[in-house]
């Protein structure tokens, strides 16, 4: 019932999801967002085109700086995340990199150290070449990275959830630790995506997504997104995206828009069938381990208690036959494919020790959580009974040969 005395709830996030799609008011009144696939904008006046040029939200007149189908994405994501303002980058990787060098610009960074793979590469051998100094800390160890902190950093840098392990940040506690020293919380969200976690509600400053993965959602599009706690930072990104040159294509924008009006349903199906092969991988005696957040017993039920509304669909197990094992259960799927990436409909799997982080030698393996036999899944939204006969396959294949 509607209570007339109170102010007008806000819609929930799965409805949200399916309308704050808004492209201005096209006089078709389309149901979809249109693609502008244009690289620019024409303009009666002199002075229209200079004020189109001035910020993120002045118009549009060159699609490096705006586009309105990107925009539209940015705002809906803005929206998600309850943000104050987002950006659409080409890739993950172009909203990481744009970001940091936006707000760490001859500053110092520490980042957990197990963070996705082009990240840690960015941190450990990027930055510091470019003046910005990186420390790379165990973002569990609260006590470790308020020492690395107190070392002057502008930026914490870290992930909701971390593969391979799962392991979930305590984003609260992290923000504030941050904030104590006067550094930025950066938060890469892409594994819980929105509907699991918003970071900003819980103190972090900036969140940043590969739209690739779940907002996409589709495995069709590669894609970045930022969002921001405030105006201030989103247009110092802004400037440096639009120099940077890492902008969104608007057919992409498009795709990830698409994905993101499907994003609460989609992700339900996702967890729920991690959940299903991790119950199934748990009883299995070839596999020694199992991670993923909604497993009791994993080392961070109580923080994903606190910071998730839900598991999410990737997990990893330990296979006990070490990395041959590993490599040919990944080889017997049928259903499943072997791949990088996640988040699309399609269940995907893969073993690191033998693509992925092959250059890593047994103790660098150990040192990143990494097992021999780990296998890596992102679960999809095929019918569960249908994944788990697929893997109980894999595993006998991988027994028997
Ligand atoms: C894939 C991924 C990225 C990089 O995104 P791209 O779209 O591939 O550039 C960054 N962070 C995480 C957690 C990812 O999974």
Not at 57 to 75: I, M, Q, V
Not at 87 to 115: I, K, N, W
Not at 268 to 295: C, I, K, M
Not at 298 to 322: K, T, Y
Request: charged fraction near 20%; aromatic fraction near 4%; glycine fraction near 10%.
């Amino acid at each position: 019932m509607v209570d007339d005395h109170e102010a007008p709830q806000r819609s929930r996030l799965a409805t949200r999801t399916v309308h704050n799609v808004s492209v201005g008011a096209p006089a078709e009144r389309p149901a979809a967002p249109p693609i502008y696939q244009t690289s620019t904008f024409a303009f009666a006046d002199a002075d229209d085109f200079t004020a189109a040029l001035a910020g993120p939200d002045d118009g549009f007149a060159y699609s490096r700086l705006g586009n309105p189908t990107t925009a539209a994405l940015e705002r809906s994501c803005a929206d998600l995340e309850d943000g104050a303002g987002a950006l659409a980058f080409a890739s993950g990787m172009a909203a990481v990199s744009t970001t940091l060098m936006a707000v760490a610009a001859g500053g110092h960074v520490v980042a957990q150290r197990d963070c996705y793979g082009g990240t840690y590469h960015l941190l450990d051998r990027v930055l510091p070449r470019l003046g910005i100094s990186t420390q790379l800390v165990d973002g569990d160890d609260l006590a470790a990275v308020d020492a690395a902190l107190a070392g002057d950093a502008s930026v914490l840098y870290v992930e909701t959830i971390a593969n391979p392990t799962m392991r979930v940040a305590d984003l609260p506690a992290l923000a504030g630790l941050a904030h104590r020293h006067g550094a930025r919380l950066i938060v890469d969200n892409t594994v819980a995506s929105p509907i699991l976690c918003r970071p900003l509600a819980h103190g972090a400053d900036i969140v940043v997504h590969s739209a690739t993965k779940y907002l996409g959602g589709h495995s069709d599009v590669v894609g970045g997104l930022a969002v921001f706690a405030d105006d201030e930072t989103q247009r110092a990104a802004w400037e440096l995206l639009i120099d940077l040159g890492g902008c969104a294509d608007p057919l992409a924008s498009w795709l990830v828009l698409r994905g993101l009006r499907t994003l609460e349903l989609r992700l339900q199906r996702h967890s729920a069938n991690a959940g299903a092969l991790a119950d199934f991988l748990s009883a299995r005696p070839e596999v020694t381990r199992v991670y993923w957040p909604g497993l009791d017993g994993h080392p961070s039920a109580e923080v994903a208690a606190r910071v998730l509304d839900g598991p999410s669909g990737f997990l990893s197990f330990d296979l006990a036959g070490g990395r041959e094992a590993g490599r040919r259960a990944v080889e017997s799927v049928r259903l499943a494919a072997q791949a990088p990436s996640l988040g699309g409909p399609e269940t995907l799997v893969s073993h690191p020790a033998s693509t992925t982080h092959r250059q890593l030698d047994d103790a660098a393996l150990a040192a990143a959580g990494i097992g021999q036999g780990m296998i890596r899944v992102s679960a999809g939204l095929e019918h569960p009974d249908d994944l788990m006969a697929d893997f109980a396959g894999a595993l006998d294949a991988a027994a028997d040969s």
